[in-house]
């Protein structure tokens, strides 16, 4: 008995080294580890993977697959977890284990752009499915694969305003309701504009004491923190200029300053009065993290982009630098802003009635919603003239003229040209 217990226990061990034997030859350390943790948590990791995609639909929940990353993450920064928990539409589920599901049974499977090469798509794709486009880099940086350009793409999920799910670096939300405002082409600023009208007729402003303190503790004019330094925009070019009228401190690889990962809080808040919230090209609604950062604190942002601000900010929570017919202009508007505290302090009014956040959560939430009510996916026969045909006007402009910035008399003259003919400088 014992002799045939020690057999049966023996076979056991065997069978066990062989099996780890196997992985180890053929998966790396990493994989294994990967391998063992989602037998223990999947319930269902030795289910049919035809039955797992029936259950979701006899569920009701709609299954989305990450099919490569998102700058290396590989949960598009979406976040761990329920992500969609507080969605209106909740029944959502996202994999990025291409393998879960046969991936013609996902419901829809993300594609970031940037990551996409020649070879590695699904192999099969039911016409149901609905494949979507993820990209938050303007088409002035990064085109669409000429091999997905024409009839693969349902969906888009971009920062443009037209985009199918809008991922937007940044939202405004009411502060009360924590309803959302913006960004939208038909945006609602109602509730500040009225403030602004009883403040314009004589009416006192009123302004948080812990604001009002830390605006009198600022000391120095502009900072901006930047790391590409040969932006299309000619932002560098811009700032340089800039520089000759006015003290501004550069953080990051292409300057002198250097801050750690609280830099806002710590220095930029504390001790500036305007940060440079500069654009890397001119694209249509390219407003990306440079603006929110600078709104999430007490400092007035200086912008340099080609989208509609008005749209995507609080009115009279930013300066535009296109607004100006130089640098040199800017810098003097810049000056007496910081000199007169009184106004200067204005531009924080509209925190009273609006609050920002990242668009992250609201574009996941978007994105369960469109899968539950559309039922049929439409196709873009050609998606590269969605995204990227006329989308950076002043950008091409800017780069088939001789002017190494922009400024107002840049917009002027491409207005210009377009009706047939150019102001003279």
């Given amino acids: 008995m014992k002799k045939k217990s020690y057999l049966f226990i023996g076979l056991i061990v065997v069978t066990v080294l062989t099996i780890c034997l196997y992985f180890s030859a053929t998966y790396g350390d990493f994989e294994i580890h990967n391998m063992f943790l989602k037998m223990i948590r999947d319930k269902d990791y030795f289910v049919n993977a035809i039955d797992r995609a029936k259950t979701y639909r006899e569920k009701g929940v709609k299954t989305i697959l990450l099919w490569n990353t998102f700058f290396g993450d590989e949960n598009f920064y979406f976040g761990k977890g329920d992500i969609f928990r507080d969605c209106p539409f909740d029944k959502c589920k996202v994999f990025n284990d291409r393998n879960y599901l046969n991936v013609e049974d996902y419901d829809a499977i993300l594609f970031h752009g940037n990551e996409m090469n020649d070879y590695e798509i699904p192999q099969k794709r039911k016409t149901t499915q609905f494949y979507v486009y993820v990209n938050l880099e303007s088409p002035a940086n990064r085109k669409v694969h000429q091999k997905y350009q024409k009839s693969f793409f349902n969906f888009t999920m971009t920062y443009r305003l037209d985009s199918d799910i809008l991922w937007a670096y940044i939202i405004i939300e009411d502060v009360k309701s924590g309803e959302f405002v913006a960004p939208s082409k038909d945006v ?97 609604d390219y407003v990306t993290e440079k603006l929110m ?133």
């Fill in 293 to 425: 950062n600078p709104l999430r604190y007490n400092v007035v942002p200086v912008v340099y982009g080609s989208a509609n601000y008005s749209q995507f900010a609080p009115p009279n929570s930013y300066v535009n630098a296109l607004d100006f017919e130089s640098p040199k202009e800017l810098a003097a508007y810049l000056k007496y802003l910081s000199q007169d505290l009184q106004r200067y302090q204005s531009f924080l009014q509209w925190k009273k009635y609006y609050q920002v956040k990242g668009g992250t959560k609201r574009a996941v939430c978007t994105l369960c919603e469109v899968l539950h009510k559309q039922k049929m996916p439409k196709l873009y026969t050609d998606l590269s003239d969605w995204y990227a045909k006329d989308k950076c006007t002043i950008q091409t402009f800017l780069e088939n003229g001789t002017d190494k910035y922009a400024t107002k008399r840049t917009i002027m003259n491409y207005k210009q040209k377009q009706k047939g003919y150019k102001i003279e400088t």
């Fill in 188 to 284: 609602d600023w109602s509730a500040f504009q009225n403030h602004l009208i009883f403040a314009n007729a004589g009416d006192a402003v009123e302004v948080p004491s812990a604001i009002l303190d830390m605006i009198r503790g600022k000391s120095k004019p502009v900072s901006w923190l930047v790391s590409n330094c040969y932006a299309k925009s000619g932002r560098l070019e811009y700032v340089e200029e800039l520089s000759k009228h006015i003290d501004v401190d550069i953080y990051g690889r292409c300057g002198e300053f250097n801050c750690d990962q609280y830099c806002f809080r710590d220095v930029i808040e504390a001790d500036y009065f305007f940060y440079l919230s500069f654009e890397n090209s001119f694209c249509d």
